[in-house]
């Protein structure tokens, strides 16, 4: 048994935050919290950090964030800045309205829209957290559980097949989507992430194989019955992100990592063959997809116990269909290193704010997620209206509808 200790282990009266994930989230409130003066280790399950995921748009309330946190500078050398975001209808590929972004989102929301592939965002993270002396990561380490009380928690897992325990002031959840930590909170037995009757088919294309429609700097956002297709261009443009959303039915893999999961390219065409033909080009043009079923999980009403905190997706998983889920967590992770600041040592009260500040606004978020992946994929007369409802809309109306989610609350 590999033992470290808590905060007795830091200089005299540095807490010691133990982070479960180094995803987004997990980063994210490291490096907060890091910045506040805590120790942290944080234990990755993944043997190495490697390129896993895709593309990620990141509105204001999130690149705001991580522009107080000192990264966005570092950032902004890996991420593209679209122009705007179009969307299209399915079958004609006509235009339904044009929402600009670039220097008009940054200063209607005060910080840019950028997108970024989620590795780059990883590694940005990680090369902040390697400056800061009290941060250890480390990977090939899976936690299994914890023993919490008001005085600690004492977090154990497994590296190398060899058991470890540590100890310290916090432990922090975020091991995504299906967090075997939340398993243990014991939130009820109705608690589980559940098959959402959608697969995200994603992959990253190389922009020399796209069509050119396909590497205008803007993000796209086709609409069409029980499917959508979002594209952009990412890393300066040499690459193109595609993310296309069909209703289906998924049995099984539930234990299989998701990005190692191939899709068949003639499938996904196949469920794309009626659409415009800008869109079925992008689609028959990717030879390589990624398979990623969507979870879902119903909001609940506490993301803690004594010690232990939910964070990111394993407090909120959501559906992609607001682009919120890493802000989200980015968000949270901002919210707990303010109400640490607010009551410095009282980890009860820290927490308690944590929790004030962020289910609520969560479960909003992941409600309107729902929605607008209801809206996305309606057909019919309904599909019809909403295409009108759109076009009636226009960019003004449709930027001012999004202030809720874009404008910065920390
Ligand atoms: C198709 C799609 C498109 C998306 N697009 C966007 C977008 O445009 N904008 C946006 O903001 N969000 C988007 N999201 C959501 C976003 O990707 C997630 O919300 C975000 O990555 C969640 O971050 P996280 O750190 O909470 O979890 P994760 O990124 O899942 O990280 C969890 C980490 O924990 C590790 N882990 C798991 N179990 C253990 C364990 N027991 N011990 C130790 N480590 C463990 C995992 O290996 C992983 O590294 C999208 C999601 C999908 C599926």
Redesign the pocket.
């Known amino acids: 048994m590999d033992r470290e200790g808590g905060s007795l282990s830091g200089t005299p009266g540095q807490l010691h935050a133990i982070v479960?994930?180094?995803?987004?989230?997990?980063l994210t409130a490291a490096l907060a919290l890091a910045r506040q003066g805590w120790r942290i280790t944080v234990?990755?399950?993944?043997p190495v950090i490697e390129e896993v995921?895709a593309?990620?748009?990141?509105a204001p309330n999130?690149t705001s964030i991580l522009e107080k946190l000192g990264v966005l500078d570092r950032l902004m050398l890996h991420a593209t800045t679209p122009e705007a975001l179009q969307i299209r209808r399915a079958r004609d590929g006509s235009e339904l309205v044009r929402m600009p972004l670039g220097p008009i989102a940054d200063l209607r929301w005060k910080a840019p829209y950028v997108v970024v592939h989620?590795a780059d965002l990883q590694r940005t993270l990680i090369e902040a957290l390697a400056q800061e002396p009290a941060v250890t990561i480390k990977t090939g380490?899976?936690?299994?559980g914890f023993a919490s009380s008001a005085n600690g928690v004492q977090v154990g897992?497994k590296m190398s097949n060899i058991n470890v325990r540590y100890e310290g002031d916090l432990l922090i959840a975020?091991?995504?989507?299906r967090?075997?930590l939340r398993e243990r909170l014991g939130l009820g037995p109705q608690d589980k992430p559940v098959y959402s009757g959608r697969t995200?088919w994603?992959a990253v294309l190389d922009a020399r194989s796209a069509p050119a429609h396909a590497v205008r700097l803007q993000t796209n956002l086709w609409v069409g019955p029980k499917a959508h297709l979002v594209h952009y261009p990412l890393r300066q443009g040499s690459v193109v992100n595609v993310?296309a959303i069909t209703e289906d039915e998924w049995k099984g893999d539930d234990d299989k990592d998701f990005w190692a999961v191939h899709g068949d390219p003639a499938q996904v065409s196949r469920r794309f063959s009626g659409w415009h033909r800008d869109a079925r080009d992008l689609v028959g043009a990717v030879t390589e997809w990624r398979r990623?079923p969507?979870f879902d999980r119903n909001p609940v009403t506490r993301w803690s116990t004594d010690r232990v905190i939910l964070?990111?997706?394993?407090a909120h998983p959501m559906l992609?269909f607001l682009?919120?889920?890493?802000?989200?967590?980015i968000e949270d992770a901002m919210a707990l290193a303010q109400a640490d600041a607010a009551h410095r040592g009282d980890m009860r009260a820290t927490i308690a704010a944590y929790e004030k500040g962020r289910i609520a606004r969560a479960a909003t978020v992941a409600s309107a997620s729902r929605r607008q992946g209801w809206i996305y994929h309606l057909s019919g007369m309904a599909g019809f209206a909403r295409d009108a409802a759109m076009r009636r809309m226009g960019p003004e109306r449709l930027m001012a509808r999004m202030d809720w989610l874009y404008l910065p609350r920390q």
Not at 141 to 144: C, E, I, T, Y
Not at 174 to 177: K, P, Q, T
């Open positions: 479960a994930g180094a995803g987004i989230g997990g234990l990755e399950r993944a995921g593309g990620l748009q990141l999130a989620r380490a899976s936690v299994l897992g975020a091991d995504g989507v967090s075997v995200a994603r993310v990623w969507l964070l990111g997706d394993a992609p682009a919120s889920g890493a802000a989200m967590a």
